[in-house]
């Protein structure tokens, strides 16, 4: 059997969701190694994975105005993180788990 290149493998992986095919079944009809298969897929995708920062630029702000009629106390800080999808303002009080995974997602965007 010839050596497939990129190219030939790219082809393939996109075909497959085309095709209305399991993956098994659309390797086993056009000759493919199940492993190889998936091997050269996981390969693709983390080569066309966009690259994303680990970071992302944080600010802490206060609010400029009350929205309730209690009595005033101290200003409310927020975090603010400045991220490609937007701007994303979170209470201080924010547990820093929670805020850990939303950075996370966030990552993934």
Excluded: N
């Excluded at 493919?32 to 802490?60: E, H, I, N």
């Excluded at 702000?61 to 994303?88: D, K, N, R, V, Y």
């Amino acid at each position: 059997m010839a050596k497939r290149s990129h190219e030939d493998w790219a082809a393939l992986i996109q075909q497959q969701p085309a095709s209305g095919l399991t993956i098994t079944a659309f390797c086993r009809q056009y000759k493919l190694s199940l492993s190889g298969f998936y091997a050269r897929k996981a390969d693709m995708t983390k080569t066309s994975s966009p690259k994303v920062t680990p970071f992302v630029q944080a600010t802490v702000t206060s609010p400029t105005a009350m929205t309730t009629q209690a009595q005033p106390g101290p200003p409310q800080q927020s975090i603010c993180l400045q991220h490609q999808t937007g701007l994303w303002t979170f209470p201080c009080s924010l547990p820093a788990t929670y805020l850990l995974d939303i950075i996370k997602g966030l990552q993934a965007c």
